[in-house]
T-cell receptor, first 116, second 114 residues
Framework: DTGVSQDPRHKITKRGQNVTFRCDPISEHNRLYWYRQTLGQGPEFLTYFQNEAQLEKSRLLSDRFSAERPKGSFSTLEIQRTEQGDSAMYLC??????????????FGDGTRLSIL | AQSVAQPEDQVNVAEGNPLTVKCTYSVSGNPYLFWYVQYPNRGLQFLLKYITGDNLVKGSYGFEAEFNKSQTSFHLKKPSALVSDSALYFCAVRFTYNFNKFYFGSGTKLNVKP
């Protein structure tokens, strides 16, 4: 079990640029989640995949945000035309799903996005 | 609205003393309850969970938590705090009607002083 890995750990970009983050979940986990965490707050749910299907999206996820999990393994989160308010830590988590409903989520160390 | 609350932004305790970090939830139905810890610039690490059964659950690093249905609380406890326990602690709730989502509290910063 190598854990959930996220890349990059830090991203600094200018307002208006596009950014893409990658998440590699624990290999046997079929569920993958994206969260956003701002300073002093708990993680806020953004979206969730079961295998390759994106099953739920938060209204926090504006049309500038898109997430994919093309083969049911790694996932990408893209933010287009970044804004100052997008500055945050973006966390990925994975878990077992299906009939196993009491499993905790395992988190990566996050990607910290700073918009200049 | 369904939610989880951590009423204390910060808890200060001396090393060796017992600690409590509070969590309450508001929900209809039976929640699944979790505690996570976060160290600076790291993701959240799972500590323990309550699903059903014994109201006192034991987790990692000597932590335990007590589920109280009448008070809708799930407080995190440790009999003897360590300086290395200093971190940010999050309570999370998962509701039986929607297993897709965790709802996290706003976090409590625990400071353990030597």
């Amino acid at each position: 079990d190598t854990g959930v890995s996220q890349d990059p750990r830090h991203k600094i970009t200018k307002r208006g640029q596009n950014v893409t983050f990658r998440c590699d979940p624990i290999s046997e986990h079929n569920r993958l989640y994206w969260y956003r965490q701002t300073l002093g707050q708990g993680p806020e749910f953004l979206t969730y995949f079961q295998n390759e299907a994106q099953l739920e999206k938060s209204r926090l996820l504006s049309d500038r945000f898109s997430a994919e999990r093309p083969k049911g393994s790694f996932s990408t989160l893209e933010i287009q035309r970044t804004e100052q308010g997008d500055s945050a830590m973006y966390l990925c988590a994975s878990s077992l799903g299906g009939a196993v409903r009491d499993q905790p989520q395992h988190f990566g160390d996050g990607t910290r996005l700073s918009i200049l | 609205a369904q939610s989880v609350a951590q009423p204390e932004d910060q808890v200060n305790v001396a090393e060796g003393n017992p600690l409590t970090v509070k969590c309450t939830y508001s929900v209809s139905g039976n929640p699944y309850l979790f505690w996570y810890v976060q160290y600076p610039n790291r993701g959240l690490q799972f500590l323990l969970k309550y699903i059903t059964g014994d109201n006192l659950v034991k987790g990692s690093y000597g932590f335990e938590a007590e589920f109280n249905k009448s008070q809708t609380s799930f407080h995190l406890k440790k009999p003897s705090a360590l300086v290395s326990d200093s971190a940010l602690y999050f309570c999370a709730v998962r509701f039986t009607y929607n297993f897709n989502k965790f709802y996290f509290g706003s976090g409590t910063k625990l400071n353990v002083k030597p």
